[in-house]
């Protein structure tokens, strides 16, 4: 078995509504290896010295940026979509991360679309960052199908990316098996949204070993081929209900992970 090579981190997404600034106490006190920034509405989410300053102060480096691509943070940095990844990979620059994740366009983004993967290729080789595309889903109201509104697709193994994430709670949406995606991808997975889901039209994110995701399989199958990468927790805390269940949450999480990739 070669063993996992890479860090497991945590999303600052995992902590909300707590700030970008608990993540890094909650990464530090449980143990996690890294953090993950998720640019945000979080003022301190896109400043790169305030985000040094929690990086240094609790010891836990950044591993990772995500790009601000979601729908509530579509005026982050502006409204024009390169400028908004040119501006991620400065601040992974900055904090000495190595990866962005970024959605694919919408639908609706038509000229963003139409040169994306070009374009993603392009920042990677005048950055010297890995743009790691994410899986997404279709959009259905109900276990029917769904509607199309990524664009040139919500499967990356689909296309020519170099750099790739998978996110377990996405591929439930989209009722499709993440670790058959990650065979398909092989070396050009380089960042994992460890999470879980139950197969709901709703974007789940539960703690990874509660839906129907073979989040086991997936990660015993990253240490056996050697895995360098980034195994991010990416889960949905609002629903633990008070922060000793977060907590609890959290901890719970990177245990399943350290477990399952055979790492102490």
């Known amino acids: 078995m070669a063993g996992f090579g890479g860090v497991v981190g945590l999303s600052t997404a995992s902590v909300y509504p707590e700030s970008t600034s608990h ?14 920034v998720m640019v ?19 010891e836990v480096p950044v591993c990772a940026v995500h790009a601000p691509c979601l729908l509530v943070t579509q005026r982050v940095w502006g409204t024009e979509p ?10 992974a620059h900055d904090l000495g991360a190595d990866v962005v994740v970024v959605h694919p366009p919408f639908r609706w983004q038509r000229d963003y679309a139409r040169g994306f993967v070009e374009g993603i290729a392009s920042l990677e080789r005048t950055t010297g960052i890995a743009f790691a595309v994410e899986n997404m889903y279709p959009w259905r109201a109900s276990t029917r199908r769904g509607m199309e ?19 377990l709670s996405h591929a439930a949406t989209a009722q499709v098996d993440a ?12 960042h994992l949204h460890l999470t879980d889901g139950l197969g709901s039209p709703k974007d789940e994110h539960l703690v990874p070993g509660r ?5 086991k399989e997936l990660l015993r199958h990253l240490a056996a081929t050697g895995f360098g990468g980034h195994v991010v ?29 055979g790492v102490g």
């Open 149 to 167: 509104i990524y664009q040139p697709g919500w499967d990356p193994s689909e296309e020519s990316y170099a750099n790739t994430t998978i996110d």
């Open 23 to 36: 993540a890094f106490a909650y990464a530090r006190r449980l143990g996690y290896d890294a953090v993950e």
């Open 40 to 58: 945000g509405i979080d003022a301190i989410s896109r400043d790169a010295a305030a985000l040094r300053a929690l990086s240094e102060r609790h």
């Open 82 to 91: 390169w400028g908004k990844l040119e501006r991620s990979a400065e601040l």
């Open 211 to 215: 839906g129907t995701q073979p989040a």
């Open 179 to 190: 670790l058959e995606m990650a065979q398909r991808l092989g070396p050009r997975l380089r």
């Open 233 to 261: 927790l990416e889960i949905n805390t609002r629903r633990s209900g008070t922060a000793k269940q977060r907590d609890a949450d959290l901890a719970e999480s990177l245990a399943f992970a350290r477990e399952h990739l």
